[in-house]
T-cell receptor, first 115, second 114 residues
Framework: KQEVTQIPAALSVPEGENLVLNCSFT??????LQWFRQDPGKGLTSLLLIQSSQREQTSGRLNASLDKSSGRSTLYIAASQPGDSATYLC??????????????FGKGTHLIIQP | GAVVSQHPSRVICKSGTSVKIECRSLDFQATTMFWYRQFPKQSLMLMAT?????????EQGVEKDKFLINHASLTLSTLTVTSAHPEDSSFYIC??????????FGDGTRLSIL
């Protein structure tokens, strides 16, 4: 059974710092990996999606890397801003005969950026 | 971008009530829809996968007779929590996708059973 672990569980840093959030998964036979942002009481915003054949994806100040063989991904946030405060979720999907399975999520990293 | 609408966003009702949650793909056809739930301080957990016109596939530990899923069209799936009890209080969120495209998520439904 796939398990996804995110470290740290919570992080509070001053504005402007560069951050690294970590995600690990137990079954390396993934179809893709996604990073999401979840604001309190809200749904999910997809940030980056990395296919199993890819090593990284970038969007603005965000960069996500994937090392499938070791079961790890990192989300790098450059020049953090108070608006980045949210819970960041890592999720992976396995491939089944009918297509990509539903996602297995980590518990998230609760990020607070202090002004 | 692809939009998924989930309704209602919040439900508060008495124990024993059945509650229906709708998930609609507004600008694309969803061949597959997923239902997840999230208990406080826990991760989102997949409950079931539904393909249009087929019976839903439930994850281990999810009671199919309690959580009724209907995916009768390519743009609508419903989750009905039958005879809800306080332990069913949770955040329920759906997602939809076309083919092997990425899943797009609704905004979720906060269900509180008194």
């Amino acid at each position: 059974k796939q398990e996804v672990t995110q470290i740290p569980a919570a992080l509070s840093v001053p504005e402007g710092e560069n951050l690294v959030l970590n995600c690990s998964f137990t079954d390396s036979a993934i179809y893709n990996l996604q990073w999401f942002r979840q604001d309190p009481g809200k749904g999910l915003t997809s940030l980056l999606l990395i296919q199993s054949s890819q090593r990284e994806q970038t969007s603005g100040r965000l960069n996500a890397s994937l090392d499938k063989s070791s079961g790890r991904s990192t989300l790098y946030i450059a020049a953090s801003q108070p608006g980045d405060s949210a819970t960041y979720l890592c999720a992976v999907s396995l491939y089944s005969g009918g297509g990509a399975d539903g996602l297995t999520f980590g518990k998230g990293t609760h990020l607070i950026i202090q002004p | 971008g692809a939009v998924v609408s989930q309704h209602p966003s919040r439900v508060i009702c008495k124990s024993g009530t059945s509650v229906k949650i709708e998930c609609r793909s507004l600008d694309f056809q969803a061949t597959t829809m997923f239902w997840y739930r999230q208990f406080p301080k826990q991760s989102l957990m997949l409950m079931a996968t539904s393909n249009e016109g087929s019976k839903a596939t439930y994850e281990q530990g999810v009671e199919k007779d309690k959580f009724l899923i209907n995916h009768a069209s390519l743009t609508l799936s419903t989750l009905t929590v039958t005879s809800a009890h306080p332990e069913d209080s949770s955040f329920y969120i759906c997602s939809a996708r076309w083919g092997l495209e990425p899943q797009h998520f609704g905004d979720g439904t906060r269900l509180s059973i008194l």
